[in-house]
């Protein structure tokens, strides 16, 4: 009778032993859990705050061309602040259509897939940034060719997707860092803007020409 109430006794404790420690678990996810949806909302939120305070430069797509071996964009972006300003080459042209939100006419997402190898272009230099003028509009045409990435479906649709709209809404919010006109004093910038922008498929390859260039540089209409 001893020996059944101590296996008993001890079965008891194991099982008691066991349910602590997966409470005890399940406790620490549930912390885990809250811990990283607080950071996720105060980086949200972080980020917002940074953005409000930020200047505020418009930007407008005006063309797509989605060729074998890469895209060529063509984009204006509005400087309507009270100051001269200067952004990194590689900030804004090499990110392109990174980060630009795009929607076919049935709502389906459309991007470019993320690179696959890790780029180091050097620190920010004078002579490697554009002129932003105060109430001008700057023209570019940019040249995404890095890994021949091409524009395709998103997550939402199938890898096999085979459609090439012919017209895409987009919407742009992204930070990018500017500086005053001799190419110092950082501080966040903010790139605006949403429309409608039309989008050609070739099969040829890229144009040979300069990969990122000024087009041109106009008055912001009043």
């Known amino acids: ?14 099982w008691m032993a066991i349910s602590f420690l997966g409470a005890a678990l399940l406790n620490c996810s549930f912390i885990d859990q809250v811990d990283t949806k607080r950071a996720l909302e105060e980086r949200d939120s972080a980020v917002k705050r940074r953005k409000a305070a930020a200047t505020k430069l418009v930007c407008e797509l005006e063309n797509i061309r989605v060729f074998a071996d890469g895209i060529l964009l063509k984009a204006t972006l509005a400087n ?3 100051a001269d300003l200067k952004i990194w080459r590689e900030s ?5 259509l990174d980060g630009v939100a795009l929607l076919d006419d049935q709502k389906s997402e459309w991007g470019v897939r993320q690179l696959k190898a890790m780029y180091n272009f050097g620190l920010p230099r004078p002579e490697s940034m554009f002129s932003l003028p105060k109430g001008k509009i700057t023209k570019f045409e940019i040249i995404q060719a890095l890994e021949a990435r091409r524009l395709q479906p998103g997550p939402d649709q199938s890898a096999q997707d085979s459609r090439e709209p012919k017209r ?9 860092p500017i500086y005053g006109p001799d190419g110092k004093d950082e501080k966040d910038g903010v790139v605006i803007g949403e429309g409608s922008v039309s989008v050609s498929w070739s099969k040829e390859r890229l144009p040979a020409k300069d990969k990122k260039t000024i087009v041109g540089v106009s008055e912001i209409p009043r």
Do not use: A, H
Not at 1 to 9: A, D, F, G
Not at 92 to 96: D, P, S, T
Not at 168 to 176: A, P, Q, V
């Open 1 to 14: 009778m001893q020996l059944v109430i101590n296996s008993q006794l001890r079965f008891t404790s194991i």
């Open 80 to 82: 309507s602040s009270s």
């Open 92 to 96: 804004w042209l090499f990110n392109g």
């Open 168 to 176: 895409l809404t987009y919407k742009i919010d992204e930070l990018l």
